[in-house]
């Protein structure tokens, strides 16, 4: 079958770093993303990995290691407005057709 | 550009009631997909459509049916609903079949 793993709560500091992991199992897979979610609002993008490696963007930087099956966001710098739930997700083939397969998020807590 | 709109925003049905949620982009992406997320969960997917012209079923599509309208709409329809049909109901768009996916504010759906 297919699963996510990924913690459900994490808390932290303003100025703090923070990682949050996310494991995997699925066949086909494509690649890992990441979405950022606000009480009561949608889902926004933040990044995509396909290969193995960190990808930066400003604060917030993403790895995959795909022998593994493993991948983090990590978040610097944090801010109160970085808390949020955070959703890895799969992109991965399987059943016939490509799918994008959520995990149940991690809701992080930004403390001042 | 509005990017994803949805409509309603909210709705509250009673059991064996139908409605349709309206979806709708202005980007121009081939990919349209409807999620359901319940609370505390991660975004399942219900129905997608890799192209105009197409639909297939995601992880949970019992109880739902879509429709590929034209390239900027893609509908939702609850036939008969049901209490386990309450969620919040996004729907979401991408350029390539689900690479980065631009999410609506969401349908706040309950059934009584």
């Known amino acids: 079958g297919q699963s996510l793993e990924q913690p459900s709560e994490v808390t932290a500091v303003e100025g703090a770093i923070v990682q949050i992991n996310c494991t995997y199992q699925t066949s086909g897979f494509y690649g890992l993303s990441w979405y950022q979610q606000h009480d009561g609002g949608a889902p926004t993008f933040l990044s995509y990995?396909?290969?193995?490696g960190l990808e930066e963007t400003g604060r917030f930087s993403s790895f995959l290691s795909r022998s593994d099956s493993y991948g983090y966001l990590l978040l610097q710098e944090l801010q109160m407005k970085d808390s949020a739930s955070y959703f890895c997700a799969v992109r991965s083939f399987s059943g016939g057709y490509n799918k994008l397969i959520f995990g149940a998020g991690t809701r992080l807590a930004v403390h001042p | 550009n509005a990017g994803v709109t949805q409509t309603p925003k909210f709705q509250v049905l009673k059991t064996g009631q139908s409605m349709t949620l309206q979806c709708a982009q202005d980007?121009?992406?081939?990919?349209m997909y409807w999620y359901r997320q319940d609370p505390g969960m991660g975004l399942r997917l219900i129905y997608y459509s890799a192209s105009e012209g197409t639909t297939d079923k995601g992880e949970v599509p019992n109880g739902y049916n879509v429709s590929r309208l034209n390239k900027r709409e893609f509908s939702l329809r609850l036939e008969s609903a049901a209490p386990s049909q309450t969620s919040v109901y996004f729907c979401?768009?991408?350029?390539?079949?689900?690479?980065?996916?631009?999410f609506g504010p969401g349908t706040r759906l309950t059934v009584t």
């Open positions: 990995n396909a290969l193995d």
């Open positions: 979401a768009s991408s350029e390539a079949e689900n690479y980065e996916q631009y």
């Open positions: 980007m121009n992406h081939n990919s």
